[in-house]
């Protein structure tokens, strides 16, 4: 039963984070619920609620998507996702996870030290940040890395911020949880039920951190975001070495 508790706040913590800011849930939850039940099991428990997250959302935000933007994401990250898994199998993850870990870093540092220096006037540049993230995505399912950094260049308000990722993550979380139910070996005996014990707690951290974001203001809610990619470059680092 403590294993149970502890698996449903991790998955507030990190579905508040997600809701909040517009990513960051898996990267949250993974490593803190491979410890608590193993990968096998929160593998493809984090992809139903990232799917559960991302439903809710388009539900309620649907008139308010703005499609040309996040086809213009989607469509170079499916075509680049093969990439991603080619790259996974064939180069040191450790060589790949330390680069990207250290650059994350350092763009978090330098916008809390220079914020708004460098910044994007268009969206001239937004199927190279949509064909990264499929190759971030393919080889280790941090495609929300690159799109958030680029919401940040572009200087997207936090309900954009909000409302643009989880329509990206809509079609991926799909996908990841269409596989899971074809593939995974556990989704009767443990993945399911503590699924089911999770939609209560979901749905409050969706409202929760729904609220979180219509009260921040776009340069707090910039320096949240910096903070936010800080710690999880900062945690890639520090698992690679």
């Known amino acids: 039963m403590e294993t149970i508790f502890l698996v449903l706040f991790i998955l507030f913590i990190s579905t508040l984070i997600r809701s909040a800011f517009g990513f960051g849930d898996a990267l949250v939850a993974m490593p803190l619920l491979s410890v608590v039940v193993g990968l096998d099991i929160a593998t493809p428990l984090v ?7 991302a439903i809710t959302f388009s539900t309620i935000n649907f008139k308010q998507f703005e499609f040309k933007v996040m086809l213009k994401l989607l469509l170079p990250s499916m075509l680049t996702i093969p990439i991603g898994i080619w790259l996974a199998q064939t180069v040191d993850e450790k060589i790949i996870k330390g680069l990207l870990s250290i650059l994350v870093v350092l763009y978090a540092i330098y916008n809390l030290v220079k914020p708004n220096l460098l910044m994007l006037k268009d969206d001239r540049l937004i ?26 260049l572009r200087n997207w ?50 409202a929760v951190g729904n609220i979180m974001n219509k009260r921040l203001a776009l340069e707090t809610f910039k320096k949240y975001i910096y903070v936010l990619l800080f710690i999880i470059g900062l945690g890639l680092l520090l698992k690679t070495v």
């Open 127 to 152: 199927f190279l940040f949509g064909g990264i993230a499929g190759i971030l995505g393919g080889a280790y399912n941090i495609n929300g890395l690159a799109i958030a950094i680029y919401g940040t």
């Open 157 to 206: 308000s936090p309900k954009k911020f909000q409302i643009t990722l989880q329509g990206y993550f809509l079609p991926m979380s799909i996908v990841l949880s269409t596989n899971h139910l074809l593939f995974s070996k556990k989704l009767d005996e443990e993945v399911f039920p503590i699924f089911i014990y999770a939609i209560p707690v979901v749905f409050i951290a969706i």
């Open 47 to 53: 992809a139903f609620v990232a799917s559960l997250i």
